[in-house]
């Protein structure tokens, strides 16, 4: 990693509303396939049920 760089640490809403957008643009490519797993586990794991219905019904 090149150090002039920093990294970028995802807050939790953006971390749902990717899971979010992922969820709605299916098929995902083959690049994207990995990360939208670790949002997705990340996210439901962290989900409160009202938070995982509105989740779903979007």
């Known amino acids: 990693m090149n ?3 920093q990294p970028y640490y995802f807050s939790d809403s953006e ?3 990717l899971a ?3 969820r709605q643009c299916n098929p995902l490519s083959d690049d994207l396939y ?3 797993i670790f ?3 990340y996210i439901y794991q962290n ?3 009202a938070e995982a219905e509105r989740l779903y019904t979007v």
């Open 15 to 17: 971390l749902k509303a």
């Open 47 to 49: 989900l409160t049920i």
């Open 3 to 5: 150090e002039d760089k």
């Open 34 to 36: 990995p990360f939208s």
């Open 39 to 41: 949002v997705q586990q």
């Open 20 to 22: 979010t957008l992922f």
